[in-house]
């Protein structure tokens, strides 16, 4: 993957830009936008393979393969056999960039749940947002200051519903969640993704983009005791796994995300297994954004 330059921070110009965030941000109140914008992103995802009008949708939305836009999946249920020795875990990491930000907020409802109206996950299980730029959803009402030890148990009833853990950096999204020009480097996205209602996940099915969710060095792999029950298949939200000659087969771009392993719990027929270690950090995969938290 090409390195990108360093994100470079927009001028602040008598505070209009911020006081344009101060309308759009969903609050307590209001979110006509952010449900608006989240609509909108996945409409126009399958006329992004359309030539220059597909480049034009990217840069607008600002997830072009040069912008910063990014994700990274991190896996909550992992087979520690399955492990590089030594090499953190995913959940490990998650939990330190919790327990060493600045300041942590949970947002009381899913933006992606609570849109498409999920009616198979909990909606009450909201993002955590991490660092400075976090004080914009608790100064509007949908998210509330976290204890490290508040963020842990959230990320804990998260694996135990087998839901799929990301780290998200979305520029866009300075708009849905008011965050201000000059905290834009300071907040970082933790979610915790369902199959039938992620944002990310049906952006990434239907956009002419490399992938919004990168893998942190874990993708899934199948058994020979694979009876081709076709369990993982729906289960997959990016449309990755198909019917094989003796086995199902995983494409090569699996991100690792694990929502297949619980699907196939009855056969055990799958497993994460990783490939490469992870980085001690999780603000290290986000290439050319000084992140502090």
């Given at each position: 993957m090409e390195k990108k330059l360093p994100f470079t921070p927009r001028k602040n110009i008598l505070g209009i830009n911020n006081w344009i965030k101060s309308k759009t941000a969903k609050t307590s109140k209001a979110q006509n936008f952010g449900r608006m914008f989240f609509k909108t992103i996945l409409f126009a995802a399958p006329y992004t393979k359309v030539p220059l009008l597909g480049d034009a949708i990217l840069k607008v939305a600002r997830m072009s393969e040069k912008?910063?836009?990014?994700?990274?999946?991190?896996?909550?249920?992992?087979?520690?056999?399955?492990?590089?020795?030594?090499?953190?875990?995913?959940?490990?990491?998650?939990?330190k960039v919790v327990k060493e930000s600045s300041y942590c907020a949970i947002i009381k409802t899913c933006m992606c749940r609570e849109t498409f109206t999920c009616k198979d996950y909990p909606r009450d299980l909201g993002c955590l947002f991490i660092g400075r730029g976090a004080h914009s959803v608790v100064d509007n009402g949908i998210a509330n200051v976290a204890t490290v030890e508040e963020c842990y148990a959230h990320i804990d009833r998260a694996a135990a519903l087998g839901l799929a853990g990301k780290a998200f950096w979305v520029e866009a999204e300075e708009y849905v969640w008011g965050v201000k020009d000059e905290d834009i480097q300071n907040f970082l996205e933790i979610c915790f993704c369902c199959p039938c209602c992620c944002a990310a996940f049906n952006f990434d099915r239907n956009a002419n983009r490399t992938s919004l969710t990168l893998p942190t060095g874990w993708v899934a792999e199948v058994e020979e005791t694979c009876v081709k029950c076709g369990a993982c298949i729906k289960a997959c939200p990016s449309n990755l796994i198909s019917i094989g000659t003796s086995t199902i087969v995983i494409d090569e771009k699996c991100s690792g995300c694990g929502l297949c392993i619980g699907a196939c719990s009855k056969q055990k027929a799958l497993k994460l297994v990783q490939k490469e270690a992870m980085k001690e950090d999780v603000k290290e995969y986000f290439d050319g954004l000084n992140l502090i938290l």
């Open positions: 912008d910063h836009t990014a994700g990274y999946t991190l896996p909550l249920n992992v087979d520690l056999s399955n492990r590089i020795d030594q090499s953190t875990l995913p959940i490990d990491l998650m939990k």
